[in-house]
């Protein structure tokens, strides 16, 4: 029940080989998912186009949520090219290092709510896009992170912005799921991507993980992959509104 031949999706994220984002599109595609690859710019595009060849993505487009018209080309592009959607992964997420670095209470309102676009609304507005793509239902899939729920040290804005993240997607959950539409976020264990480089200290948080976690191994992207595939298939046909941890049990510590 969790192979995906035939399933349409579209990946956003995938910024290197280190990415959770690949992780999982690696997986999709290994599971029989077609998948349509975006990279964020000209910058990033030597680092994701060969990963997106290596899947066969018939689609490879660049797609910054925050430039105006970027996402709604990609939809349109996967509209003409398919006419439908079967699930997408949103796993974007961004904070100006000034904020993200400092405390929340002296975040800046451009620095916050520019966070909050791209780490969470973007999520809502690809919901919106997709939906009259998947009108045989579809799963729709987002990151996140213990931090949503609790104070992680040197986390700060995003976490906030992670928990808004949740609580869109019990929201999103609540309004799509008469259309067979589910909608589910994943919360990964620390993982050593690009992403999470710009979290200060964020080694000892990845050692800690580690000693502490039940399971005593760190998580890699291919388990956030095999949980990815899961959520995108038919097994996964009665879940949503809900936040699953791969994290080799650290969160039940806390």
Same mark, same amino acid.
């Given at each position: 029940m969790?192979?995906?031949?035939?399933?349409?999706?579209?990946?956003?994220?995938?910024?290197?080989?280190?990415?959770?984002?690949?992780?999982?599109?690696?997986?999709?595609?290994?599971?029989?998912?077609e998948l349509a690859v975006t990279w964020l710019n000209d910058k990033a595009r030597p680092w994701v186009e060969p990963l997106a060849q290596a899947l066969n993505a018939p689609l490879r487009m660049p797609?910054?949520?925050?430039?105006?018209?970027?996402?709604?080309?990609v939809f349109d592009a996967v509209k003409r090219r398919w006419g439908r959607l079967d699930f997408v992964l949103h796993s974007i997420a961004f904070a100006p290092k000034q904020d993200l670095h400092g405390r929340v209470t002296d975040s800046s309102r451009d620095g916050f709510l520019r966070a909050m676009d791209i780490s969470c609304h973007s999520f809502i507005r690809?919901?919106?896009?997709?939906?009259?793509?998947? /009108?045989?239902? *579809? $799963? @729709?899939?987002?990151?996140?992170?213990?931090? #949503?729920?609790?104070? %992680?040290?040197?986390?700060? +804005?995003?976490g906030p912005v992670k928990a808004a993240l949740e609580s869109s997607v019990r929201y999103l959950a609540a309004e799509l799921g008469r259309s067979g539409i589910r909608v589910n976020a994943i919360s990964p264990g620390p993982l050593a991507?690009?992403?999470?480089?710009?979290?200060?200290?964020?080694?000892?948080?990845?050692?800690?993980?580690?000693?502490?976690?039940?399971?005593?191994?760190?998580?890699?992207? /291919?388990?956030? *992959? $095999? @949980?990815?595939?899961?959520?995108?298939?038919? #097994?996964?046909?009665? %879940?949503?509104?809900?936040? +699953?941890y791969v994290d080799a049990g650290y969160h039940i510590l806390n």
């Open positions: 969790t192979g995906l031949e035939g399933a349409k999706g579209l990946v956003v994220g995938i910024a290197n080989e280190h990415s959770i984002a690949w992780g999982c599109a690696r997986a999709l595609h290994a599971a029989g998912a797609l910054d949520v925050s430039q105006p018209g970027e996402l709604e080309a690809m919901a919106r896009l997709a939906e009259p793509l998947m /009108d045989r239902g *579809g $799963s @729709l899939l987002t990151m996140s992170y213990l931090g #949503a729920d609790e104070v %992680i040290d040197h986390y700060g +804005l995003m991507t690009r992403a999470a480089s710009g979290i200060e200290q964020f080694d000892q948080l990845l050692r800690e993980a580690v000693q502490r976690a039940p399971l005593r191994h760190p998580v890699d992207i /291919d388990d956030v *992959g $095999s @949980l990815c595939v899961f959520l995108a298939s038919d #097994a996964a046909r009665s %879940i949503t509104g809900d936040t +699953l």
